[in-house]
């Protein structure tokens, strides 16, 4: 079992920069592929980023390539999402997943592949 607890969401504005991180504990966190996604009311849970557990090789969706950076600390059992140039859109309420298993771009972009999720940060981008 692993239990995923976010922090670091916030109000900001357009053009700033903001790092989530998600604490895990339980197993060693580097058996478990690390991911982000965010919700916004009404609408499915949005794949934003993951990140190989064993090397740390990772994966963003096109709205975040260039500006977010998925990263790692396995020591200390933490995922980060340093986001940058935050824009309107961004604003969502951002979720940290964890699995096992394969790392490829078609399931490890479902939300429906991870076992554990934490309870979510919100974000808040004012123009």
């Known amino acids: 079992q692993v239990q995923l607890v976010e922090s670091g969401g916030g109000l900001v504005q357009a053009g700033d920069s903001l790092k989530l991180s998600c604490a895990a504990s339980?197993?060693?966190?580097?058996?478990?592929?690390g991911a982000w996604f965010r919700q916004t009311p009404g609408k499915e849970r949005e794949f934003v980023a993951a990140?190989?557990?064993?090397?740390?090789?990772?994966l963003y969706s096109e709205s975040a390539k260039g500006r977010f950076v998925c990263s790692r600390d396995n020591a200390k059992n933490t995922v980060f999402l340093h986001m940058n140039f935050l824009k309107p859109e961004d604003t969502a309420v951002y979720y940290c997943?964890?699995?096992?298993?394969?790392?490829?771009?078609?399931?490890?972009?479902?939300?429906?592949?991870?076992?554990?999720w934490g309870q979510g940060t919100q974000v808040t981008v004012s123009s």
């Open positions: 339980g197993r060693s966190f580097s058996d478990y592929h």
């Open positions: 997943a964890a699995k096992t298993g394969s790392f490829y771009s078609y399931d490890t972009s479902d939300p429906t592949k991870y076992n554990y």
């Open positions: 990140i190989r557990g064993s090397d740390g090789n990772s």
